[in-house]
Structures are given as structure tokens and as C-alpha cells.
């Protein structure tokens, strides 16, 4: 019985109606690329370099970057690895940067604007990662992308690593957690591979309630009905680009939040390790066109409440 569950977990999350969703991993550090692939995760969407930086005196070099990414390359053995560049700033301070202090950390130079200022670091970490892509699928991420131009300044960059280090191209994707983001999707989606939808940002961007705050944080909901157009109207720029729509967001791994996401056309969900296997198992036991009308209905509501009593509604009735 054990051994069968074990199998289960493995196994890809299509739903009653034959719609795949896949669903990756959320991580942070080198070790957790195993426990992902235990848990059934069909990938990595969303490594969090920036927690190589954290909790020391200087930053990682490039050797002690490669290994890591590297591997994580090897745990997962053919399966891809997104790996988002430094996404510094905002709630995650680095002292020994002293990068100088901001009245609004959330709405400063975090994310690729502080790669830009700090060139130095984002080179190194590209030369990381552009060589563990010799050893597997990598596909690198950029987060906080507010403009066409911020993009256009990263892939240049990408590209003259690439070429310093001798890598084969990669696919490449943008974050899409800033509203400006959302709204320029169409022109963003010609220049990368893919988009992963950051909804924690982009529900404290979208509503303008701090992700941290005491007593906003509660009612910053993904699932608020203002969060989930913009997610609609990022699938649709994506669709008619060609290009795949993922999210990496808290949401991504709540069982509303999967429904929802799913049912908007986002193809891929990247997740907690400890919810990867209860994403696979409530996909499994949905169809496609149920949320894709529950999800229909949740862009009509008023509140994040309404949308998450519609989806318990509809997992009610399927029983
Ligand atoms: C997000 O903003 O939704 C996201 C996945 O990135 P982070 O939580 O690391 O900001
Ligand atoms: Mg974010």
C-alpha cells in the first residue's frame, strides 16, 4: 500500500477531462532538489538564489554558485530547473551589500534593478548558472521585470555571459508579479520562453497592502478577484504569443488557488515540497472544464471570500 502511494505521487496530474497541469517545486537551496523529486514534483519552477546570499559575510563566488546549481542539475536528473536571478531587496536585506537604506524597500531597487546596480554579482551568478546548464535543463528567470527595457538589459547581459562561458542558449522567463508587467505582457511575451506568475508580489502590488504587514497581510489575498484579471489577462497575452504561463506564488499550492490558477489557463505550478502530492491528488479528481467555469465566475466576484466559497463549492459537489 505504501509502495502504491509512493507510485501515485509520481505519476503526472491530469485531470478527469485529460488536461495535464504540471506541478514543480519551490526552493531554496541545493539540497531540497532531491526532496522535490521524492515528493513528485515534475521540476523545479522557482529556486530562490537569493538565499544563497543570506546568512553570511559575503557573497557566494562563482565556483560555490556553480556547485550548487550544479547540484541541483544532477538531483533532478533530466527534469528542469528554473533558477530566478537575485531577487535582493524588498523584504530581504543583505547587510554585507550596505546597500543604502529605502523609505519603501518593497517599491525600490529590489529584484533586477539591483542586479543592474550590481552588475558584478548578476554576471557571476550567470556564469553559474549558464555553466550547470552544460549538465541539464536550466532555464533562468528574472524577477520584478517592470519594463520592456529592464528585459531587453537582462537578456543582453544573459546573452554576452553565454557567450563568455561557451553554454548553449537557454530558455529564458520573466517573472510577472509586477501590474505594469501584467499590462505590457503581450510585448514581454515575444523576447522569453515563458512566464511564472509571482502572486505575492503581485497581490501587494495589485491591492497596495504589504505582503508583511500586520494587519493588512490577512486580507492580501491571491485570490481576490482584482489579482486573478490580472492573471487572466496575462494568460491571454501569453496565448497568443505561444508562449507557457506558470505561477510560484503562495496560492499555486492552495487548493482554491490550483483550481483557480488551472482554470485561467495557467499550465504549471510551482510549489511547496510538503504540497506537491495533495496538488497532484485534488487535479486528479477535477476536470478542466469545471475550472475553467468556476474560474469564469470567481473573475465576476467581488471579493477574495465569494471566490473561495465558489471553489469550495465546487470541490463539495464533486465529493
Ligand atoms: C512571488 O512574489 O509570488 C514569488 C513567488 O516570489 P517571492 O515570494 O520570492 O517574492
Ligand atoms: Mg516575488
Not at 505521487?9 to 523529486?37: C, M, Q
Not at 519552477?45 to 546568512?55: D, P, V
Not at 522569453?192 to 493588512?216: C, E, K, W
Amino acid at each position: 500500500k505504501r509502495e502504491e502511494q509512493k507510485l501515485e505521487r509520481y505519476r503526472p496530474a491530469i485531470t478527469l477531462d485529460g488536461k495535464r497541469v504540471e506541478v514543480a517545486a519551490n526552493i531554496s537551496e541545493a539540497e531540497e532538489a532531491r526532496k522535490a523529486v521524492d515528493a513528485g514534483g515534475e521540476g523545479v519552477g522557482l529556486m530562490r538564489t537569493e538565499f544563497l546570499f543570506l546568512k553570511r559575510d559575503d557573497p557566494p563566488g562563482e565556483e560555490e554558485q556553480f556547485h550548487a546549481y550544479r547540484t541541483m542539475v544532477q538531483a533532478l536528473n533530466g527534469l528542469p530547473l528554473i533558477l530566478r536571478t537575485l531577487d535582493i531587496g524588498g523584504d530581504k536585506r543583505v547587510p554585507y551589500l550596505s546597500l543604502p537604506a529605502e523609505e519603501n524597500p518593497f517599491l525600490g531597487v529590489r529584484g533586477i534593478r539591483l542586479c543592474f546596480e550590481r552588475e558584478d554579482l548578476f554576471r557571476t551568478q550567470l556564469r553559474a548558472m549558464l555553466r550547470a546548464s552544460k549538465e541539464g535543463p536550466v532555464r533562468i528567470m528574472y524577477p520584478m521585470v517592470a519594463m520592456p527595457e529592464e528585459l531587453a538589459k537582462a537578456s543582453a547581459i544573459t546573452e554576452s555571459v553565454r557567450r563568455e562561458v561557451g553554454a548553449e542558449p537557454v530558455e529564458t522567463g520573466i517573472m510577472i508579479e509586477v501590474p505594469s508587467a501584467v499590462m505590457m505582457a503581450e510585448r514581454l511575451a515575444r523576447d522569453v520562453s515563458f512566464f511564472s506568475i509571482g502572486t505575492n508580489d503581485l497581490t501587494q502590488y495589485v491591492l497596495a497592502m504589504d505582503r508583511q504587514h500586520p494587519v493588512l497581510a490577512p486580507q492580501a489575498d491571491g485570490l481576490h478577484p482584482a489579482v486573478l484579471r490580472m492573471v487572466d489577462l496575462t494568460v491571454k497575452a501569453a496565448r497568443r504569443a505561444g508562449i507557457w504561463v506558470g505561477a510560484c506564488g503562495g496560492i499555486a499550492g492552495d487548493p482554491s488557488g490550483a483550481v483557480v490558477l488551472s482554470g485561467l489557463g495557467v499550465t504549471e505550478l510551482s510549489v511547496a515540497i510538503p504540497s506537491i502530492p495533495a496538488v497532484k491528488a485534488l487535479l486528479r479528481g477535477i476536470s478542466m472544464a469545471d475550472a475553467e467555469g468556476v474560474a469564469r465566475l470567481a473573475l465576476e466576484c467581488g471579493n477574495a471570500a465569494e471566490v473561495r466559497g465558489l471553489v469550495r463549492g465546487m470541490l463539495a459537489r464533486k465529493g
